[in-house]
């Protein structure tokens, strides 16, 4: 065995073959980390030749349409359909927002559906009795005795047992947690993340089975550890939400099997995750009486097109420089809409504090959300009620009206909730008009 030796930055990943007290990559200082590589000379060339023998397109025959169903309609469509077998996942999120959940329900409903077959749960960061605990809270089924859970961080051992076993399907909470004998080093630094990462990639295409990584995130909202390792999996999920809310977003960042468009909404509840299959319920608001400064927008989240309230409240400043808040939109877009706004429809938003927020927790980056966010201004100034009004378009610099993405599908969604007032840009050409329309009805 030869033994050679690197200084890895646990920041940004740079490799450097000496020690520096400042890493070039990122510029932070005493980040690099030795890092030990063990080095194998195979003599059997044979052996070599006999694993590296190229394969023409005939020969290769692919398992078409073999996947794993999560019990999750919301998540297998995330997936395109469910998880490709032999494949890896990242799945990625805030602490807390709930991702050893959501695998939990998922590892609880594959043990029923596939009841033949072995189902493994490996926590680095649980013992088996709190798993347990949990999972009976989330699930009202008793006989799973085809699903097993370990809690161990040693990723020689994880892998041992999983070569034993061969489970059906596999979920390892989290890669943070995992550390190995052969690396030095504490769990959590890139040459640990390296390693475990690339032993479960081993072991999924080796046997065919699907393994769900746990990944954890920086404070920008980042996956932590080496950014290699996004590269290396097949699948980034990333789930996110606010906390105080029950809403949950679950997004596809990388997908090499499916879409990376679509987005699966699930909710936090005392049981558990629940789908959500009409997200209108949660993002339209409870509020039947009808206000000044609520408007709704049509906006797209994947492929999905649903309905989202946008409230906004205007109130005369006594300060130099009025407050602009915002609760799950761009503060900067909305400065900007605003000065469209002053500029354009001659609305005296420089003397007025303004707070606008989208109901339900969601985030919405949607140029369509535009329109409404000056609707709703708009309708909290002028105390008008804009009922059964909904707005789809991008409003631009010059107070113009710009049309959205799949706008076809945006009306239909919204027709079919009952709303007949639509304002696109195909019947309007500048903010200025739709205000005027709305302020002096025919």
Same mark, same amino acid.
């Given at each position: 065995?030869?033994?050679?030796?690197?200084?890895?930055?646990?920041?940004?990943?740079?490799?450097?073959?000496?020690?520096?007290?400042?890493?070039?990559?990122?510029?932070?200082?005493?980040?690099?980390?030795?890092?030990?590589?063990?080095?194998?000379?195979?003599?059997?060339?044979?052996?070599?030749?006999?694993?590296?023998?190229?394969?023409?397109?005939?020969?290769?025959?692919?398992?078409?349409?073999?996947?794993?169903?999560?019990?999750?309609?919301?998540?297998?469509?995330?997936?395109?359909?469910?998880?490709?077998?032999?494949?890896?996942?990242?799945?990625?999120?805030?602490?807390?927002?709930?991702?050893?959940?959501?695998?939990?329900?998922?590892?609880?409903?594959?043990?029923?559906?596939?009841?033949?077959?072995? $189902? %493994?749960?490996?926590? /680095? +960061?649980?013992?088996?009795?709190?798993?347990? @605990? #949990?999972? *009976?809270?989330?699930?009202?089924?008793?006989?799973?005795?085809?699903?097993?859970?370990?809690?161990?961080?040693?990723?020689?051992?994880?892998?041992?047992?999983?070569?034993?076993?061969?489970?059906?399907?596999?979920?390892?909470?989290?890669?943070?947690?995992?550390?190995?004998?052969?690396?030095?080093?504490?769990?959590?630094?890139?040459?640990?993340?390296?390693?475990?990462?690339?032993?479960?990639?081993?072991?999924?295409?080796?046997?065919?089975?699907?393994?769900?990584?746990?990944?954890?995130?920086?404070?920008?909202?980042?996956?932590?550890?080496?950014?290699?390792?996004?590269?290396?999996?097949?699948? $980034? %999920?990333?789930?996110? /939400? +606010?906390?105080?809310?029950?809403?949950?977003? @679950? #997004?596809? *960042?990388?997908?090499?099997?499916?879409?990376?468009?679509?987005?699966?909404?699930?909710?936090?509840?005392?049981?558990?995750?629940?789908?959500?299959?009409?997200?209108?319920?949660?993002?339209?608001?409870?509020?039947?009486?009808?206000?000044?400064?609520?408007?709704?927008?049509?906006?797209?989240?994947?492929?999905?097109?649903?309905?989202?309230?946008?409230?906004?409240?205007?109130?005369?400043?006594?300060?130099?420089?009025?407050?602009?808040?915002?609760?799950?939109?761009?503060?900067?877009?909305?400065?900007?809409?605003?000065?469209?706004?002053?500029?354009?429809?001659?609305?005296?938003?420089?003397?007025?504090?303004?707070?606008?927020?989208?109901?339900?927790?969601?985030?919405?980056?949607?140029?369509?959300?535009?329109?409404?966010?000056?609707?709703?201004?708009?309708?909290?100034?002028?105390?008008?009620?804009?009922?059964?009004?909904?707005?789809?378009?991008?409003?631009?610099?010059?107070?113009?009206?710009?049309?959205?993405?799949?706008?076809?599908?945006?009306?239909?969604?919204?027709?079919?909730?009952?709303?007949?007032?639509?304002?696109?840009?195909?019947?309007?050409?500048?903010?200025?008009?739709?205000?005027?329309?709305?302020?002096?009805?025919?």
């Amino acid at each position: 065995m030869k033994l050679s030796t690197s200084f890895v930055c646990q920041e940004c990943g740079y490799d450097s073959p000496k020690f520096l007290g400042k890493c070039p990559e990122c510029g932070e200082w005493n980040t690099l980390r030795e890092f030990k590589n063990q080095k194998s000379k195979i003599q059997n060339k044979n052996q070599i030749s006999k694993t590296t023998n190229p394969k023409t397109f005939s020969e290769i025959s692919p398992r078409i349409g073999e996947r794993l169903l999560t019990g999750f309609s919301e998540m297998d469509g995330v997936l395109g359909g469910g998880i490709v077998l032999g494949s890896v996942t990242l799945l990625a999120g805030d602490p807390g927002i709930g991702k050893s959940t959501l695998l939990l329900q998922s590892a609880l409903k594959i043990s029923q559906i596939n009841k033949t077959e072995k $189902v %493994l749960y490996v926590s /680095g +960061e649980e013992s088996e009795d709190q798993i347990k @605990l #949990r999972a *009976l809270r989330l699930s009202k089924a008793l006989n799973h005795d085809n699903f097993l859970m370990l809690s161990v961080s040693n990723t020689d051992a994880i892998v041992e047992v999983i070569e034993n076993i061969k489970p059906v399907f596999v979920i390892i909470d989290s890669i943070q947690t995992m550390e190995s004998e052969n690396l030095s080093g504490l769990s959590g630094s890139v040459g640990q993340v390296r390693y475990a990462a690339l032993q479960f990639i081993k072991l999924a295409k080796s046997l065919n089975i699907p393994v769900v990584i746990v990944g954890h995130v920086t404070k920008e909202g980042m996956v932590a550890g080496p950014m290699v390792l996004s590269h290396m999996v097949d699948t $980034v %999920l990333f789930l996110e /939400g +606010e906390k105080n809310t029950g809403t949950r977003i @679950l #997004r596809s *960042l990388k997908n090499r099997f499916g879409p990376v468009d679509e987005v699966g909404v699930f909710t936090m509840q005392e049981n558990g995750m629940g789908e959500v299959k009409n997200p209108e319920q949660i993002f339209l608001g409870e509020n039947k009486n009808k206000a000044p400064g609520s408007v709704l927008v049509a906006t797209l989240e994947g492929t999905r097109a649903f309905l989202v309230e946008i409230q906004a409240l205007v109130v005369y400043s006594k300060l130099p420089m009025p407050r602009r808040v915002a609760s799950g939109f761009d503060y900067k877009r909305l400065e900007l809409l605003l000065a469209v706004l002053q500029k354009h429809c001659r609305i005296p938003v420089e003397q007025m504090d303004v707070f606008v927020n989208i109901a339900g927790g969601l985030k919405l980056s949607d140029p369509a959300a535009d329109l409404g966010i000056c609707l709703a201004v708009f309708s909290s100034f002028k105390n008008v009620i804009l009922e059964k009004t909904v707005g789809a378009a991008e409003v631009g610099l010059l107070g113009e009206l710009r049309s959205v993405s799949f706008l076809e599908k945006r009306i239909k969604q919204a027709k079919k909730l009952g709303f007949t007032k639509i304002i696109t840009a195909l019947d309007f050409k500048g903010l200025n008009d739709v205000l005027r329309s709305l302020e002096n009805p025919k």
